[in-house]
């Protein structure tokens, strides 16, 4: 399966430095969380470590339970196709995730393309790679909304508080697309293995030294 989601960006690969540190927010089942051979019960992040690293008009953030490698960590992963759009014209409306593109299982089709306006700019993903251990687990927003109240501004070099800080709260069904039918859309993942996800996160950008990978 391409995971274009954990692929994009990392810290170290960047010159314009990413936000390392401390933060506020949470990460929670409703319901138990299902991760195939490897989590069914409730599940709850407490996450302590926040991060972001913007790239021209895109905005990757990371949510996660200390500061180890993602490799070792659970966390939540969510990246911003347009941050200019939704500082402009979508703060404080929620937004559809949905996975984005390159997420597809092994033998299924593409998804139709969606006009541009009707595109979804938020993806998510939460990976469980402390409670799984070595398999590998990532479980993949493909429903739900977001909302921003504050997103900040992109700039590695920004001066304003307010346009550092990022806030927002979250709703949505995640799952594996492995579980998918051979031959579905990678989102065709029966209802019963999709589990819903709450939280939230609020943290100002602090320029740092560059960090390790993160999806």
């Not at 979508?90 to 299924?108: F, T, Y």
């Not at 070099?157 to 492995?178: I, L, Q, W």
Request: net charge negative.
């Amino acid at each position: 399966m391409s995971a274009r989601l954990l692929a994009l960006g990392t810290c170290a690969a960047l010159s314009l430095g990413c936000s390392l540190g401390q933060g506020d927010g949470d990460v929670y089942s409703v319901g138990g969380l299902h991760a195939t051979d490897c989590w069914d019960a409730a599940y709850s992040m407490r996450p302590d470590f926040f991060a972001a690293v913007p790239y021209r008009s895109t905005l990757q953030i990371r949510v996660q339970r200390g500061s180890d490698l993602q490799e070792v960590s659970d966390g939540l992963s969510v990246l911003i196709d347009d941050v200019d759009v939704i500082r402009a014209e979508k703060l404080d409306v929620d937004l559809s995730v949905a996975l984005p593109p390159g997420v597809e299982p092994p033998g299924s089709p593409p998804p139709e393309p969606k006009p541009q306006e009707l595109a979804p700019l938020v993806h998510m993903a939460l990976y469980l790679q402390r409670s799984c251990h070595n398999q590998n687990t990532v479980l993949y927003a493909v429903s739900g909304t977001i909302k921003f109240q504050a997103l900040f501004s992109g700039d590695p070099n920004e001066t304003d508080a307010a346009d550092k800080y990022t806030d927002a709260e979250f709703d949505v069904m995640v799952g594996d697309p492995r579980d998918a039918a051979l031959g579905d859309p990678a989102d065709a993942i029966p209802p019963e293995l999709l589990s819903r996800v709450r939280g939230y996160f609020r943290f100002y950008f602090e320029r740092g030294q560059p960090g390790q990978p993160f999806p």
